[in-house]
């Protein structure tokens, strides 16, 4: 298969929107399976072809990473964060009032 063809798009998805973990999942799928195609890639041209597939916003969140890993694990913090479920917290606080007003 032609690796153009798998080439992903530059990911510029702001980490509090409510659909950044999905595109992060989808996106990050897509670069690695990009780049294992590409062959032989050193561990800095990995963090170079990283830069090159994000927007400036995006590589904000990790320019002070000076490997691929550093900058993926920034990445993966922010992006890939279990989602706020406003239903289960509320749930659990109701639960929590409602035992210390028997008690």
Known sequence: ???????PKVFATD???KDAKR????????FTTYVRNLGEVTPADKLNLL?????AAVYELFVEASTYDEAFSSLKALYAKPQFHFRTVFAKISQTSKRG???
């Open 23 to 30: 595109e992060w999942l989808h996106w990050h799928k897509s």
């Open 101 to 103: 007003a028997l008690g």
């Open 1 to 7: 298969m032609d690796v153009k063809a798998l080439r």
């Open 51 to 55: 830069v090159s597939h994000v927007d």
């Open 15 to 17: 980490p509090h929107s």
